[in-house]
């Protein structure tokens, strides 16, 4: 969901803030129940995130596959 909606977040939002993940949690849903798995990169910070938290939630639910990866796996 970051891919679609983070780019029209930052056009969005004024000085440079973000409108929040509660914001964007319904579209980021409509994305994540056409998604067959979730696949992790574990960059800085995704442990503490709370997006990545609330996917992980909402896959876990749906009861689809979550692998995960080392960002040196993409680099």
């Not at 696949?39 to 995960?68: L, M, N």
Request: aromatic share 10%.
């Amino acid at each position: 969901p970051i891919t679609m909606t983070h780019p029209i977040d930052v056009l969005m939002s004024r000085d440079n803030e973000s409108m929040g993940s509660d914001y964007w949690v319904v579209f980021d849903e409509i994305y994540m129940r056409a998604c067959s798995e979730m696949r992790i990169i574990r960059a800085d910070g995704w442990q503490t995130s709370s997006g990545i938290k609330r996917e992980i939630k909402f896959f876990k639910s749906q009861k689809k596959p979550i692998s995960y990866m080392d960002i040196s796996d993409i680099e």
